[in-house]
DNA sequence: CATGCGATGTTCT
DNA sequence: GAACATCGCATGG
């Protein structure tokens, strides 16, 4: 991985809301085993203002239960029955918060995550890691997952990438994807004109037969 | 590029 | 029973 720095990001990192962290977790990288992504589309959820997007809105359940627990932690979810997609849980214990990890690119291990998103077609490399559901199947997340601690030596670390600044006028941000309710708040965050970012999908409601 | 729809199962009401 | 923090494929401009 170059001369990039190994060095997980400090627990403090993830003491802030989400709508801080997200932005700032841009250009970084999430490491698990030999395939690491440089974050380039993020998202928050929960707190400041009490956000009705997230999962956490109406209280602890099995489900978000990592959520409100301390920061740091990976929170993955299955939805749709059939993807996971991963979350970096922020704020103290208690305290529900988290950044979605919507899109990346493949700095590491590019082999074995093109081996497990491809079923029989193939999958053009910027695609690897561009949607949620996406990114968690390239760096091999699922159900067992949930709780994880990614700083530290741990499994999953998360990594400072390049400085935040070099990146810092890139940055955009606009509505979230593919959300019912508090859609308007800004809090999807990318790095602008990165060809990893994934398309914006606005919400639809549907109803099954 | 934009919009539309089906697939699939878990979670919460 | 409804809703769902998605994806892949199809169609239309």
């Known amino acids: 991985m170059g001369d990039r720095r190994l060095t997980p990001l400090p627990r403090e990192f993830f003491d ?3 709508c801080e962290v997200a932005p700032d977790l841009l250009g970084r990288i999430i490491a698990h085993g030999p395939v690491a992504v440089r974050l380039t589309e993020t998202e928050a959820y929960g707190k400041p203002g009490e956000d009705p997007a997230s999962h956490s809105f109406r209280g602890r359940t099995h ?7 301390p920061p740091g932690h990976l929170y993955i979810y299955f939805t749709y029955g059939m993807h996971f997609c991963a979350n970096l849980i922020c704020l103290p214990e208690g305290i529900a918060s988290g950044v979605l ?25 910027r695609d690897l890691a561009r949607g949620p559901a996406r990114l968690a199947v390239a760096l091999g997340f699922a159900r067992e997952h949930n709780g994880l601690d990614c700083c530290g ?6 990594l400072e990438g390049e400085p935040a600044m070099a990146i810092k006028g890139a940055i955009k941000a606009g509505p979230r994807t593919g959300v019912a309710a508090g859609a308007e708040t800004p809090w999807r965050f990318w790095i602008d004109g990165d060809g990893t970012v994934s398309p914006y999908r606005p919400h639809v409601r549907r109803i099954r037969a």
Do not use: C, K, T
Not at 110 to 120: I, P
């Open 63 to 69: 489900r978000n239960s990592v959520m409100f627990g």
């Open 153 to 158: 030596e741990g499994i999953v670390r998360v």
């Open 101 to 125: 990890l919507r899109a990346g690119e493949v700095v590491s291990g590019v082999d074995v995550a093109r081996y497990r998103r491809e079923n029989d077609r193939p999958v053009p490399e």
């Open 16 to 18: 802030r809301p989400a």
